[in-house]
């Protein structure tokens, strides 16, 4: 079956614009959970939605937001945008009953701020 | 909060010989997981473990379940150039299945 698909993959953006990124989960998967890789801070949970309600929720700021769909798929979006918000940022689906922590992960969508 | 300290940061080997990497912290965890990344693409778990003491193989990997639920290790044996790439640890957060904390990650090299 398909994978855990996130567009774009790659994309360049300026200080202070913003950003929406698209993650569709595995087919029947319906928790959704957002992660950020930096060199310099590793992974880092973002926030994980489950029927389109945010469940938890990690040490970022407001600018970062995210949404789920009813078909399961989710976005998450960056406002205002600053220089250190240049990452990899991962989307990981999971299907909730059971599989503690089994998070099946996407390819990431790549962030350059300039 | 929750840490977890990963070691040793990278790790340069010869093909066919064993690796071993481990994972530490300050607080309990009740599962870990070992995931592996590859460049350009997202991490993929490899193994799961879910209690004190066990220790779970998928083929040349072998992980364990540290008894003070503070510990876990990876051991790959006769490693081969596609073992290449980035080892993370990782546990779930208290009381979130699905919200994990990441050790900093092991990359290892694996030289012809």
């Known amino acids: 079956k398909a994978g855990v698909t996130q567009t774009p993959r790659y994309l360049i953006k300026t200080r202070g614009q913003q950003v929406t990124l698209s993650c569709s989960p595995i087919s029947g998967h319906r928790s959704v959970s957002w992660y950020q890789q930096t060199p310099g801070q590793g992974l880092q949970f973002l926030f994980e939605y489950f029927s389109e309600t945010q469940r938890n929720k990690g040490n970022f700021p407001g600018r970062f937001s995210g949404r789920q769909f009813s078909n399961s798929r989710s976005e998450m979006n960056v406002s205002t945008l600053e220089l250190g918000d240049s990452a990899l940022y991962l989307c990981?689906?999971?299907?909730?009953?059971?599989?503690?922590?089994?998070?099946?992960f996407g390819e990431g969508s790549r962030l350059t701020v300039l | 909060g929750q840490q977890l300290n990963q070691s040793p940061q990278s790790m340069f080997i010869q093909e066919g010989e064993d690796v071993s990497m481990n994972c530490t912290s300050s607080s309990i965890f009740n599962t870990w997981l070992w995931y592996k990344q590859d460049p350009g693409e997202g991490p993929v778990l490899l193994i799961a473990l879910y209690k004190a003491g066990e220790l779970t193989s998928n083929g040349r990997l072998t992980a364990q379940f540290g008894i003070t639920r503070k510990d876990s290790f990876l051991n790959i044996s006769a490693s081969i150039p596609s073992d290449v790439g980035i080892y993370f640890c990782a546990g779930p957060r208290s009381g979130s299945a699905r919200q994990l904390t990441f050790g900093s990650g092991t990359q290892l090299t694996v030289l012809p």
């Open positions: 990981a689906s999971s299907y909730i009953a059971g599989g503690d922590g089994e998070l099946f």
